[in-house]
């Protein structure tokens, strides 16, 4: 479980959800600032006996915002422990929210209920605020409704594009490992799909450019630059990682596991045996450098059989041929 040590630099727990810690950046204040600021004359417009207090409904527009990263985050979340995987936290920063699932989906179906299950809360639930935001009259609550459908209407859809790191590129390596029969080659295959999805969104800004009398706004480039470099880089990133991990797949590390000399401490990270360097390095890959970890190994049925050192793994000479942080 994590810890206080584990918390990033300025930010805090803020209790569970879905039975996951949730911590929280101190960024999201700046952003929660930023929208207030900017959604207050909206406010006013809706309401304009609120005068000065439209800044604090434009501060609960902007936690409403927050409150739909949230909401995506837990879904993964929930979904993941349903398939009976460790979460170890949900993470909302000034970016959006992450969360850190222990281990890997072990098939296809796995991997696309777990991508699939954010997105499709944030649509419904943007759906739904559409729906009240039209048979409701103007007032504070439109506004937040109104932040809601956008929020939740944008995470949903902009998630759902074909690349890594979001969770539409999960949903294509999930299809193309079915249809491939391997893990490694459905990565592969969503790092070149987030390749060409990282130029489309450049030649559609270019293709509206050309076409259009009014040409995009500086801030329309700057966000599919920003977007699409973001992709490029996760794809690069991926394509390099799934390569590594092939390599490291056929490497197995089952003869330095060592027995079990005690209890298994709860919380402990968990492998499942027989133990290949790719296992070990999917399970330690967020640690921090220098970190000996020490992974319990079980077997088919969960028993645990052994633990097993990363100092051993790595004096054994199984990453020689790659960086340990692919």
């Known amino acids: 479980m994590p810890t206080t040590s584990d ?19 101190a960024s999201c204040l700046l952003v929660i600032a930023v929208i207030a600021v900017a959604f207050a004359p909206r406010a006013r417009d809706l309401v304009p006996e609120l005068g000065g207090a439209a800044v604090l409904a434009g501060v609960a527009v902007g936690a409403a915002v927050y409150l739909a990263a949230l909401a995506h985050e837990a879904a993964h979340a929930v979904v993941a422990r349903r398939h009976g995987r460790d979460v170890a936290w949900i993470r909302i920063s000034a970016g959006g929210g992450r969360t850190q699932v222990r281990g890997r989906a072990t098939t296809p179906a796995e991997l696309a209920r777990i991508a699939a299950a954010g997105p499709v809360l ?25 932040a809601l459908v956008l929020a939740n209407l944008l995470i949903g859809l902009l998630d759902l594009l074909p690349a890594p790191p979001l969770d539409g590129g999960r949903l294509v390596h999930a299809w193309a490992w079915r249809v491939a029969g391997s893990r490694h080659r459905g990565a592969v295959v969503s790092a070149w799909v987030g390749r060409v999805t990282a130029g489309a969104v450049l030649a559609v800004v270019l293709a509206w450019a050309v076409a ?11 966000v599919a630059g920003l977007l699409a470099a973001m992709i490029w880089l996760a794809s690069e990133a991926q394509l390099t990682s799934s390569r590594v991990r092939e390599r490291l797949a056929g490497t197995d590390v089952s003869h330095l596991v060592r027995p079990l000399t005690g209890p298994v401490v709860p919380g402990a990270r968990r492998v499942t045996g027989p133990v290949s360097a790719d296992d070990v390095l999917l399970v330690v890959q967020d640690d921090e450098p220098g970190t000996d970890a020490v992974l319990v190994v079980v077997d088919a049925d969960g028993v645990p059989t052994g633990t097993l050192r990363l100092s051993d793994v790595e004096h054994s000479g199984a990453f020689d041929a790659v960086r340990k942080r692919p």
């Open 122 to 146: 944030s649509l419904a639930v943007g759906l739904l605020a559409l729906v009240a935001r039209i048979a409701i009259g103007p007032g504070v609550v439109a506004l937040v409704l109104e």
């Open 212 to 222: 259009s009398t009014r040409p995009p706004r500086l801030t329309v480039w700057l």
């Open 7 to 25: 918390l990033p630099p300025w930010s805090v727990r803020l209790g569970r959800v879905a039975g996951t810690p949730v911590q929280v950046s």
